[in-house]
């Protein structure tokens, strides 16, 4: 018996370690070829791809075709899974390889019918944007079919890979509006459900239009907004608040409203080139968003042309960078692109739907979506002429976004590289079919300029107030076709000398409306950014524009935690140890940060939150009931100024049932506040803003697979940095890349990105580059030396 258990206790061993190796030689097969020659007898001349110690290629050609050929086999072998995942998530295909648990977020995506959108746009397409479309996806399909494996994560969740088609770049395009511009639909919803339970005055007082925290491009800083608190309070004002802090845990960074960039002028930089800076923030994941390239591509009269920067795998553009005569960089531009028109019916006219144009019969779609391991899934899309219908509490709405029109998406990104100067750079933007952007761009004479890339509503000459649903019984059927390109609002070499956008409200004066307000931000970072780089001075460099993105400075927080300190006074504290020692700690670890280590900061911040939850808790649970995206927050980021404003005057007619005072008040909501950071009795003092603002970013595959998020993670990094400030961290959301390029002085560029080029966890480039990152410690921007070289031959 001894003599059989061992040799099956062997047997066992030699079973699991066979299985070790052929899973070890099944995801190696799926790596990417570095070095070597393959034959490509499609290209018009050799392609050479040379990756420094970083992975990062430099992909260089005699044919700006070929180029892309080879920048879609560099794509597909590094991050196929993750182009995969980005043109299923508008097409709303999610649960062909995920199941049943992905099966609600295609049915809110398919409402779109952006497959179909995509397919029509590829139709039209010009034809030289079309041969270099297809050169790139013959090299996506190429590099897919080169891996020695499929790609590692099919085997994971046990589906094929299906190749790539002319149309899913485009719906990688779509995948950007989803993330940038589809929470319009939540933020109409709740500001629709707010006008139904509040006086226009309650409305004028609640949802203010600009406050003194904006830096707006064509005005100094707005004042204080000034309209009068009203004689009562909304019926919902301070109501149905949750036993316990529920909002808190959630809302430890809730604001994931982020990207900053800006431009320096040549009169202020010390080499003559306007600097451009750019960091652009997102949910971060496992790829990263963004791949590094370099390209060596075709320039005027048999030149040469060097672009660099960061693409997006899917589509072979360089998305931000520099072409060595102009760099160029984005933030969302939050501007008002989407209209809720409320769809009407009546007994006598059934399947038809009453909009403000008239009577219509929507158009009835059969989608079907496919759902591994279950029967395909039947869904109606009902389309009017201002868009498909959403139904949400009780009602329908068409709508009608920018994202649904001919032209949202199309390939003139590609065009930038061949930008001479910021003049050119400006003229391109309104052609470019993507969301909505602010663009910042400079030139190495030194100029600098800002304007929307992207399609913009054309909305009525009369003033509408449209970002409310609209009514369908109304006059108006909101926005109607595209804003011409000449009437593109922009700004030139201001006197400054510099330029910054980071989401909030860009303009002032009359050009303010031909944007609107999708939900900007709330001015806290702008205004801390724009003073950041003033503060360089009369000459300045790369490493300067760059610090001011990592600026960490608490000033929008430090205003709450003087408040609290206020309240915490020794009548509060009296009998009271926690609040006590909250009020210590409040004191003793604020170093004007958002660091690390400091608990004075992350209670400062919840006790902001707390309030919110005491007071808009209520109508928040209305809004739930609406759409995920529907909050009071998504109504006006500006709420913070608000409270601020009830919280200095003090109105009693503001002051929620069962409190004795608006110190009571803020007295609960530091007891809430100490519960959120310390519950059951923890010391308060462990209750750092590190330990909640860890990173937790993942590749998508480990959650499908929780044995091996260990190896599809990145480590669990305490981040300095919060919103609200220039370097914004969240522990799945921020600077999704970071860079200071001067064009044509590409050598002296800085960089930085959360992940490294390779989606595959055996890679070296998996991870190459995030400990620079989490340290802020800058990159060049440009590769390194070559260390391995795969050529193309004809």
Known sequence: MTKWLKRLAV?????????????????????????????APELAANVTVTRDDLGVPSI???????????????????????????????????????????????????????????????????????????????????????????PFEYGLVGVAPRPWALEDSYLVAWAMYIDLQVTGIGREL?????KEHANQEQLAFLLPGSTQWDAPLDAASPPAPDAPIPARAPDWWGKGVAKEPATLAAAAFVDGVGSNNGAVAGSRSRAGGAIVSDDM?????????????????????????????????????????SNGDVAWGFTNSYGDYIDLVEVGAAKDRPGQAKLPGGWETPVEHAETILVKGQAPVSLKVRETSLGPILQSGGREYAVHWVAHEPGAVNMTLRHMEEAGNVAEALALAP??????????????????????????????????????????????????????????????????????TANSRQLLGADAAKLGDGGFDLGARTSQARDGLAALGEKTDEQGVFNVMLDDRALFISTWRDRALAV????????????????????????????????????????????????????????????????????SSRW??????????????????????????QVAALDRTIEH????????????????????????????????????????????????????????????ERMAVSPGREEQGLFNMPGGQSGHPLSPFFLAGHADWVAGKPMPFLPGPARHTLTFVK
Request: proline letters at 7%; charged letters at 20%; hydrophobic letters at 45%.
């Open 11 to 39: 047997a066992v061993l030699a079973l699991l370690l066979l299985t070790v190796l052929a899973l070890w030689f099944f995801l190696r097969g799926s790596l990417a070829q570095l070095d070597g020659k393959r034959n």
């Open 640 to 665: 913070p100024v608000v409270l601020g404003r009830l919280l200095d005057e003090q109105p009693g007619a503001w002051l929620p049932q069962g409190y004795a005072s608006w110190k009571a008040l």
């Open 568 to 635: 915490l006074d020794a009548e509060a504290v009296k009998g009271k140890p926690r609040r006590a020692e909250l009020a210590r700690l409040l004191k003793d670890s604020w170093n004007g940060h958002a660091s690390v280590d400091s608990v004075s900061y992350r209670a400062s911040r919840a006790f902001m939150w707390s309030l919110y939850e005491l007071l808009y808790g209520g109508a928040n649970m209305e809004l739930a009931k609406l759409n995920k995206d529907a909050t009071m927050r998504a109504a």
């Open 190 to 194: 709740a500001r629709g459900w707010l």
């Open 60 to 150: 260089s050609g005699s044919d700006r075709n070929d180029v892309a050929y080879a920048t879609g086999f560099v794509h597909a072998q590094d991050r196929f899974f993750q182009m995969d995942l980005l043109r299923r998530m508008p097409s709303g295909e999610l649960s062909e390889l995920f199941g049943e648990k992905a099966l609600e977020t295609d049915r809110v995506n398919r409402l779109h019918r952006f497959r179909v959108r995509a397919t029509l746009a590829v139709q039209s397409m010009p034809a030289g944007d079309r041969q270099l479309l297809e050169r790139y996806t013959a090299g996506i399909n190429d590099g897919l079919n080169a891996l020695g494996n499929r």
């Open 431 to 500: 052609k470019i079919g993507m969301p909505a952007q602010n663009l910042v761009v400079g030139d190495r004479s030194g100029n600098i300029g800002w304007t929307i890339v992207g399609p913009l509503p054309q909305r009525p000459a009369a003033p509408v107030d449209a970002s409310y649903p609209l009514s369908a019984n109304g006059s108006t059927r909101g926005w109607q076709g595209l804003l011409p390109a000449a009437s593109y609002p922009s700004v030139r070499n201001p006197a400054a000398g510099q330029l910054v």
């Open 281 to 321: 923030h997102l949910g971060i994941k496992l790829p990263s968003t963004w791949y590094r390239l370099l390209l060596q591509v075709p320039g005027p009269h048999g030149s040469t042309r060097r672009v660099v920067g960061v693409s997006i795998p899917g589509v072979p553009a360089v998305v931000a960078g």
């Open 677 to 736: 950071l310390a519950p059951d009795g923890k010391p308060l003092a462990s209750a750092t803003w590190g330990a909640r603002n860890t990173a937790a970013v993942a590749h998508p595959i480990a959650g499908a697979v929780p044995a091996l998020r260990k190896w599809l993670s990145v480590p669990p990094d305490q981040l300095p940095g919060d919103s609200n400030m220039p370097r914004v961290a969240g522990p799945a959301y921020g600077q999704s």
